[in-house]
């Protein structure tokens, strides 16, 4: 069974901080992978995607990814109490699939 | 404005009834798909369409049905074969070419009462 895997938290981090929301996935034939925000009642709306080894940043947010380690992390940077959400990691283990993982919901505490 | 809308943002659905959710986009997506989700748990995928008049079941597929007769629209229904209905289902498509990225509808809270 092709899995994602996210701690469920809560996350609880102090606002400014740095949040570091990990993930990690089991077929290594994944090729992309993406971040969501979701906040509760309300639909994933993307934050970022990368596919590439490495840091890909915008604006406060970076991804992360480590293939040889089957690893992606979202950091949050400067966090805000509207970071608080639960955020959704996402792999492609085929074309046209996606597998996501059950999201880690973090708590900016103001 | 370009997007995803489903509809209704809430149905309520008596036992043994079958009930069509709405879901269409006008981004020009090849592929849509439908999720499901119960609190606390990921999205599971229902069902999803490449190209218009094609569709493939995915991992939850059981007591569902769709039907892609336009690129626009991929309406679900839930069957009264589904045994526990009661769920937030979301509706994503995905772009053409580039990174395969998924967008998400807002979403339909079905509750059987």
């Known amino acids: 069974q092709k899995e994602v895997e996210q701690n469920s938290g809560p996350l609880s981090v102090p606002e400014g901080a740095i949040a570091s929301l990990n993930c990690t996935y089991s077929d290594r034939g994944s090729q992309s992978f993406f971040w969501y925000r979701q906040y509760s009642g309300k639909s994933p709306e993307l934050i970022m995607f990368i596919y590439s080894n490495g840091d890909k940043e915008d604006g406060r947010f970076t991804a992360q990814l480590n293939k040889a380690s089957q690893y992606v992390s979202l950091l949050i940077r400067d966090s805000q109490p509207s970071d608080s959400a639960t955020y959704l990691c996402a792999g492609t283990p085929g074309a046209y699939k996606y597998i996501f993982g059950t999201g880690t919901r973090l708590k900016v505490l103001a | 404005d370009g997007g995803i809308t489903q509809s209704p943002k809430y149905l309520f659905r008596k036992e043994g009834q079958n009930v069509t959710l709405s879901c269409e986009q006008n981004?020009?997506?090849?592929?849509m798909y439908w999720y499901r989700q119960d609190p606390g748990q990921g999205l599971r995928l229902i069902y999803y369409s490449q190209i218009v008049n094609d569709f493939q079941k995915g991992d939850i597929a059981e007591g569902y049905s769709v039907s892609r007769e336009k690129k626009e629209s991929f309406p679900l229904t839930v069957t009264s074969a589904q045994k526990n209905p009661t769920a937030f289902y979301l509706c994503a498509s995905r772009t053409s070419g580039g990174r395969d990225t998924q967008y998400f509808g807002p979403g339909t809270r079905l509750t059987v009462l």
């Open positions: 981004l020009n997506h090849d592929a």
